[in-house]
């Protein structure tokens, strides 16, 4: 990273707030003037007073231009989205009943059985259990609070067995 970009990250808030300094719009605009773009000959146009309104409104508009409400709300978005879809979780679109958790997480362990065929008694391991955990939950918890219950419990049962595939 240069000195320069170092700079510009470290101060990126300066960049937002502040305006340029005195003299910096003349500046530029005499340094856009004498550069010379592609195809254009020294001899200057007749229409040149077209050039200079158009370049003090895109000027005007780059000096208003604030990134950080854009760049919030952009990242505000994404994030609604994750939590909408929520990607990677094995129980999204799972109705909040225990039942269909547990079922939803059996369909998940049948996929892994078949995905990985010689570790299946390391599979047996993490995924069987003897009486299913909803089945033990006790009966004055809302429904709300066994599923997340059980969604957490299967959900880390399902990422250990998951693991084996990466290995």
Sequence with gaps: MTELEKYIR????????ESPAEGHEARF???LEATP????????????????????????????FRPAPVLAFAVAACAALLLIIRPGDPFRGVANEPE???????DRVADLYQALPLEEEALQEIT?????????????????????????????????????KKQ
């Design 37 to 64: 773009v592609a195809g254009d000959s020294p001899v200057k146009p007749a229409n040149d007073g077209i050039r200079k309104p158009v370049i003090d409104g895109l000027w005007a508009a780059l000096r208003n």
């Design 10 to 17: 470290d101060n990126a808030a300066a960049f937002d707030t």
């Design 128 to 164: 069987e259990e003897e009486n299913p955990l909803f089945t033990q939950l006790p009966d004055n918890i809302s429904n709300r609070q066994r599923s997340r219950i059980l969604k957490n419990h299967y959900g880390e049962l399902l990422a250990a067995a998951r693991q084996l």
């Design 100 to 106: 269909a958790i547990y079922l939803a997480y059996m």
């Design 29 to 31: 605009l005499a340094r």
